[in-house]
């Protein structure tokens, strides 16, 4: 019989096995282990997950239940009662709240445990649990909760512990504090929009009894009043909808470029007074509605363009790392916030704790993990006294620390005071739009005053007309519209391949890159998931379980690395005594076998005689059951697949070079891999690797970086297109231009044809634009241009325009494989 | 076909209020979160709850 189990991992594990079949927790659906709690005859993992259950069915929420499939979250621990006080400090409280009055406090959260419909429904009824709680609303795509609560009746750390003590533990960085940029820019493009569709409608609706004749020879009044109607109508368009191009225009021509929103602002001027002229003086009908219809396109266009993966952050920046709070030593533990650190400071750090700022260690022993700021893969041990740098984790046991500097002052902060990060981010005026506008505005307006200067020598009284009819029927609309079609299509189906742009202009610089950086830990090797490979007397399948079961308890990263490749098809035992010595090992007993697991220092200590492992790429963990000498795990930092290949591919097209925080003992393989034309360097700091980016780019290179890791956030911002490699697409990132999930890195050269093949498809649909440019300039200079004629020719060359730009653009797609592959997103 | 001085201003008047319904939608913040009204939707009001007697609240009232 075959049972499914999900482990904690979500990783799903078959198993024959009646003997351990167990049921799955009723509220997170994690399998209980061979002994259950049970309450009311249903059975929980934990004694948290049984809480939640009976407030749940205590205040009439067990529908949350029914609405999802493993709907509830699993209870890693109960919140401690003091555990958040912290958030009650006027200074953190103040800066966390949205908006407070003294008696109602509104506040947003990030949890990121919001994974299901259900997390909706209960978080939305939350004032079930609390009455004083109003109302909350959840953002599913952000996974935000936005809640108020009565703050004379209860306190903000009672709110969080609340949520906590659900599963929901808010997300709470030392980046929370700084004011949340609001979105106000997708709002008022969305009125702009609107009210351009609204003209385009109404005057549209008044144009079209002059266009099929109804009118004119009838009654010329109507004629007249619904002119007057379209002027009013397009006012608003005019000032309100094209706001944005008047601005950008009026930038430009002091900075005395011609950018592509010069000749759309002109060609806007000269629509509005022409059909002004033509209204008030009674001569014409106007072009009210290609003026309405020309902004209206121009703006789904930019909406288009605009799409954002909100759930991603791509201008994190060490606060998105740091925690709120510490505990801190004095005469008793107290939580406090980062900011009121003070150097001198006895701070308690647990496992998995991030240093927040330069410290000594004082009580040890400690495992710091650098791998986020370094690069360097195996954790390091430190011994009390030791000095410890901002940014590390502690693994193990709990350390205490006396913070030496100031977090502000701290190592890893210092680098974000670099030139790099305080630049503004170049908002690329020099994109190929701008590029092919240079020359198109100074030809159209050659055609214009050579159209004017012809018919005032032959015929004056078509001079103006035909003038301001070549800048209306140039007013590059489609032009404008390619662009953003091409690259916000391209954008859409990157994305559903989980490669993610900061915007869709991003595709242009990829285009343009000819030098690739990668970094090594982390990108090209994969840091879990490597080759583990057993040397010694074998193990049978029970003393494999034994050892899974002991994995199980340690937080090691190679110890996590060992149990999640061993897993298989076991299901982890009880361990008894266990023990583990930092840096040493972990020793214990399973189902009566004597477990060791460590280093073969540690085992050697003990008086084992202990086989020299082959380690030449990577770490060992050596085994010994019942005292006896067994053998060792070698695991190794495995490339990640395709490595090879996609290096051999990407040398013949551009320069490439690795840059590693670890030490030099890879160097011969990566020479292998990379050629002789390969720039590596190992040893690398942050700062190294920032300053070498910095040289490329002043030989006149354009890089693109890609990293992982705080330890490349210099050299990502610092490069013309940041990559930031994450296994896990709601982990964190730094700073960079792109998030590429893992499984994409042996794609990046996919990546890179397909934004070429992009640009092309832009370069082609100019060529489309072009060619109704120059039908209209031929009707226009001979003083033909009707409205009617204006109003046809504009939508169907945009309409042209954006079609082909979206279809060739997913053809190239289709082409490179991009989206065949469709991942669920996150 | 004077009715037409009754069915211009009616025509705007009626367009217009829809571009207020847009206006305030927008304001809202209708158009930021367009994934979670969805799931909204679907859910029903949670039920009345089971009123037990609340013998937690008790003994917290009479801890110190």
């Given amino acids: ?826 | 076909m004077s009715v037409i001085f009754l069915l211009i201003p009616l025509s705007i008047i009626a367009a217009t209020g829809f571009l207020l319904a847009f206006i305030w939608a927008v304001r809202n913040g209708q158009y930021e979160d367009t994934a979670t009204p969805p799931m909204r939707a679907l859910l029903d009001e949670p039920a009345m709850p089971v009123k037990k007697p609340d013998l937690k609240k008790n003994l917290e009232r009479t801890e110190p």
């Fill in chain 1, 1 to 826: 019989m075959q049972t499914e189990y999900k482990s904690p991992g979500s990783k799903v594990i078959f198993s024959e096995e009646s003997a351990i079949k167990t049921a799955a927790c009723c509220h997170c659906g994690t399998a209980c282990g061979p002994t259950p709690l049970v309450k009311e005859g249903k059975a929980f993992c934990c004694q948290g997950c049984a809480l939640v259950f009976e407030l749940l069915a205590e205040n009439g929420l067990s529908s949350f239940y029914e609405l999802s499939e493993n709907a509830g979250v699993r209870i890693a621990g109960m919140p401690k009662a003091d555990q958040y006080l912290y958030l009650d400090e006027p200074v953190v409280r103040e800066r966390l709240v949205d908006f407070s009055d003294g008696r109602f406090t509104r506040i947003t959260f990030r949890i990121p445990a919001i994974h299901c419909i259900a997390c909706v429904w209960l978080l939305e009824n939350l004032n079930r649990l609390n009455p004083q709680v109003g109302e909350s609303r959840i953002n599913f795509p952000r996974k935000e909760v936005a809640l108020s609560f009565s703050s004379d009746k209860v306190k903000l750390s009672d709110v969080v512990t609340l949520l906590a003590s659900l599963g929901y533990e808010p997300e709470l960085k030392l980046a929370d504090l700084d004011a949340r940029p609001k979105c106000v820019v997708s709002r008022k493009l969305w009125l702009q929009l609107g009210i351009a569709g609204f003209a385009f409608g109404n005057t549209m609706l008044f144009s079209l009894a002059s266009y099929l004749g109804l009118d004119s020879a009838s009654e010329p009044f109507f004629h007249k009043i619904f002119g007057w109607f379209s002027l009013a109508l397009s006012l608003p368009v005019v000032i309100y909808s094209a706001q944005d191009y008047w601005r950008a225009a009026w930038v430009s021509l002091r900075q005395k470029l011609l950018t592509i929103e010069v000749p759309i602002a002109a060609g806007i001027v000269a629509i509005f007074l022409q059909s002004t002229y033509e209204i008030v003086s009674g001569t014409g009908e106007g072009y009210f509605d290609s003026l309405a219809g020309l902004l209206f396109f121009l703006l789904c266009g930019r909406v288009f363009q605009q799409k954002t993966y909100e759930r991603l952050a791509f201008d994190r920046d060490y606060k998105s790392f740091f925690p709120l709070s510490v505990v801190r030593k004095g005469k008793t533990e107290e939580r406090i916030a980062l900011s009121q650190i003070q150097t001198g400071n006895h701070l308690i750090l647990r496992n998995g704790e991030l240093i927040p700022a330069d410290a000594r260690l004082i009580a040890g022993p400690a495992v710091i993990d650098y791998s986020f700021v370094t690069g360097e893969s195996v954790p390091v041990e430190k011994q009390a006294g030791d000095y410890l740098y901002a940014g590390g984790r502690q693994i193990g046991g709990a350390i205490e620390v006396e913070t030496v500097k100031e977090v502000s002052q701290s190592y890893l902060t210092s680098l974000w005071n670099q030139e790099a990060f305080r630049k503004e981010d170049r908002d690329s005026l020099d994109n190929l739009t701008n590029e092919y506008s240079q020359r198109f505005t100074k030809l159209v307006l050659a055609i214009a005053l050579g159209a004017a200067t012809y018919w005032a020598v032959f015929n004056p009284a078509l001079a103006l007309k035909s003038f301001t009819a070549v800048l209306i029927v140039a007013c590059p609309c489609a032009l404008a519209l390619a662009a953003p079609f091409t690259l916000g299509t391209a954008h859409r189906w990157l994305a559903k391949w989980n490669a993610f742009l900061k915007s869709a202009g991003i595709i242009e610089r990829l285009a343009r890159v000819d030098t690739i950086v990668f970094d090594k830990t982390g990108t090209l090797t994969a840091a879990s998931g490597g080759l583990v490979k057993f040397q010694g007397s074998a193990l049978s399948e029970t003393e494999e379980r034994a050892l899974f079961s002991m994995t199980r308890h340690s937080t090691h990263p190679l110890a996590v690395r060992l149990g999640y490749t061993i897993a298989g098809n076991h299901f982890p035992e009880t361990v008894r005594s266990f023990m583990e010595t930092a840096g040493c090992g972990m020793e214990g007993q399973v189902n009566r076998q004597e477990i060791w697991m460590g280093s073969a220092a540690w085992l050697q200590s003990r008086g084992l005689k202990v086989a020299s492992a082959t380690t030449e790429s990577g770490s060992a963990i050596h085994v010994a059951i019942h005292g006896q000498y067994r053998g060792c795990y070698v695991l190794q930092n495995a490339l990640r697949p395709e490595t090879d290949r996609l290096i051999k591919n990407l040398s013949n097209h551009y320069e490439l070079a690795l840059l590693s925080g670890d030490n030099e003992r890879e160097r011969a393989r990566f020479t292998e891999i990379f050629g002789a034309k390969g720039h590596l360097q190992f040893n690398q700091s942050p700062l190294n690797k920032l300053g070498f980016i910095r040289e490329l780019q002043q030989r006149g290179k354009t890089v693109m970086m890609v990293g992982d890791g705080l330890n490349d956030a210099g050299a990502l911002k610092q490069s013309d297109v940041g990559v930031a490699v994450v296994e896990d697409m709601s982990a964190f990132s730094p700073a960079s231009d792109m998030i590429l999930s893992a499984r994409l890195v042996p794609r990046i050269d996919a990546i890179l044809r397909f934004a070429k093949s992009a640009v092309r498809v832009i370069k082609a649909s100019f060529l489309v634009s072009a060619a109704y440019n120059v039908i209209g300039l031929v009707l226009a200079v001979q003083g033909l241009l009707s409205p009617v004629v204006c109003a046809i020719l504009m939508p169907v060359s945009s309409i042209t325009v954006v079609g082909f730009a979206c279809l060739a653009t997913g053809w190239m797609a289709k082409r490179e494989g991009i989206g065949a592959e469709k991942e669920v997103s996150v």
